[in-house]
């Protein structure tokens, strides 16, 4: 069979809102739990679904009629150029599909789409701990250009039982 992506349809809501919950899986700063992630991204879909933002894109990666991942997709400017850009707002893939390409093929669709609104840049975030997304992100020709840093002015953002990694504070 041939993998294939497609415009995502009212349809596609019950995957999408399941698959996305295992962004909070990869990597994620020890203040922020998998729920508070997965939760997130879910409440920036469910909207989608029930009134599209203009100019956003959400597609479907599907083998055989098997949904296997999708993208969310939306128009944004350039913090320091002010140019409108794409920007991968959630990327996800189903468990039994990693390692199969499916990432590959959204993240092209991604740019397909973003040339055909005329943009220069897609940009997206990614976990600094998702070393297999970003992995996957190098080898398709993206680099990083900012670093976030957060610091909690009342502690140190941990929730008891959190460690972070020796020598880091």
């Known amino acids: 069979m041939t993998l294939a992506v ?3 349809g009212p349809g596609d809501r019950a995957f999408i809102l399941a ?3 295992r962004l909070g899986d990869f990597g994620p700063p020890p203040w922020r739990s ?4 997965g939760e997130a991204d879910a409440r920036g879909l469910r909207a989608h679904f029930e ?3 203009p100019g956003a894109a959400l597609f479907v990666a599907e083998e055989g009629g ?3 991942g999708f993208v969310y997709l939306e128009a944004l400017r350039d913090f320091f150029d002010r140019e409108e850009h794409g920007h991968v707002s959630v990327l996800a893939v189903a468990g039994p599909a990693e390692g199969r390409g499916v990432g590959k093929a959204l ?3 991604a740019e397909d789409w973003a040339r055909e609104r005329g943009y220069r840049r897609l940009t997206l975030n990614v976990f600094e701990g ?5 992995a996957v992100y190098v080898h398709l020709g993206y680099r990083p250009e900012t670093m976030r840093y957060v610091k909690f002015l009342d502690g140190d953002g ?3 039982g959190d460690t972070l990694e020796p020598g880091r504070r």
């Open 130 to 134: 998702n070393a297999r997304a970003r």
């Open 6 to 8: 497609r415009p995502a």
């Open 107 to 109: 993240m092209r669709a």
């Open 158 to 160: 941990r929730k008891e």
């Open 34 to 37: 998998a729920e508070e992630i």
């Open 19 to 21: 698959t996305v919950g």
């Open 66 to 68: 098997a949904a296997l």
């Open 51 to 53: 009134s599209p933002e």
